[in-house]
């Protein structure tokens, strides 16, 4: 019985041990402070030499951020780490950024031990892993570079909306039994254009009246035309059709509006966005997206294996016991990285290329 209880104290020496061994992380950074951001409210521990470890906690709202940068000069904080937590970072990094050097961390990287996981115990363990020197800081761009990034990744939520509500009248079109889709390579051209405001407009809606309307330069036989302009229109498609148009106009207004103020702001970077432009598929487009989304300050990629591994183009690694387990690609930057594969596709039409 005791050597059965001499084991188990050994045991639990033996693992005591081992968990101050991977506590008790060598110290790297002199003073630190670790902060777990909410939409409400900021929790923030500060450690270091010559302090004693202390976590309190402020609301989001400018006044208390200040205060909360006070407190951290006051105490001789050097190093800021914090989870990327949607978009509530960004006001922290706005008071903070110009004073203490900011490691945006990835919440993946820093996960707390499940089942103790409170938001003091969180700044804690951002603190600790601070100092020793565990953690990597996200990319983090200029506020330029962030605010024609919010003007890119708005263009395209438009687009979105803009190609959803024509989706949406083309299905109204085939409810009138009109399969304008069929014939036209782009119903939303001049051709479809002119059919679809003279179904709006309530004229006479005959395959013979809206034939005419057709450009002569549609491919499709004329025998095939009238039988796709044959319909039943009611009112309640008319209504449908002209407030879905009206939306269209409207988004493509806007639209247009945002293409101007990008074009103005990307006036300062003509230089890049011509050399991207030289990449094949790379256009105007994609050039601009590439520039809002990277930056032109290519320091915060050691290597173009990490800019692509960032942006989550290339095979993840998985590997255990000599054997590939998965190598499905992360989640990177979905916006660069639909830019990124439509340049690959538009590459790959290029005549002349290496691809």
Known sequence: MERKNNKTNNTKATLS??????I???????????????KQTVVGTIQGKGLETTTRTFSSYRASLRELKAWLKENGITHVAMESTGVYWKPVVNILGEDFKILLVNARHVKNVPG??????????????????????????SQTIRALRELTRYRTKLIQQINGEKNRLLKILEDTNIKLSCVLTDPFGVSGSRIIEAIIEGK?????????????????????????????????????LKTIMFNIKKLEQTLEVLDQEIEAQTKPYEQE?????????????????????????????????????????????NQSAGKTQSSRINKGNRWLKSKLVEAGWGAARSKGTYM
């Open 116 to 141: 103790h996981k409170t938001d003091k115990k969180d700044s804690q363990w951002l603190a600790k892993l601070l100092l020793s020197g565990l953690l990597k800081g996200s990319f983090i761009s």
């Open 17 to 22: 041990q081992k968990q101050e061994t991977i």
């Open 273 to 317: 966005k011509e050399l991207l432009k030289t990449i094949p598929g790379v256009g105007q487009q994609v050039a601009v997206v590439m520039l809002s989304e990277i930056g032109i300050d290519m320091e915060q990629f050691p290597s173009h294996k990490q800019l692509a591994s960032w942006a989550g183009i290339s095979p993840g690694n």
């Open 204 to 240: 006479a809606c005959s395959p013979s009246v809206l034939l005419g309307l057709v450009n002569n330069r549609v491919k499709a036989k004329k025998e095939e035309l009238v039988q796709a302009l044959e319909g039943h229109i009611r009112d309640h498609h008319r209504f449908m």
């Open 24 to 38: 008790e992380f060598e110290q790297v950074i002199d003073r630190g402070a670790g902060l777990d951001v909410h």
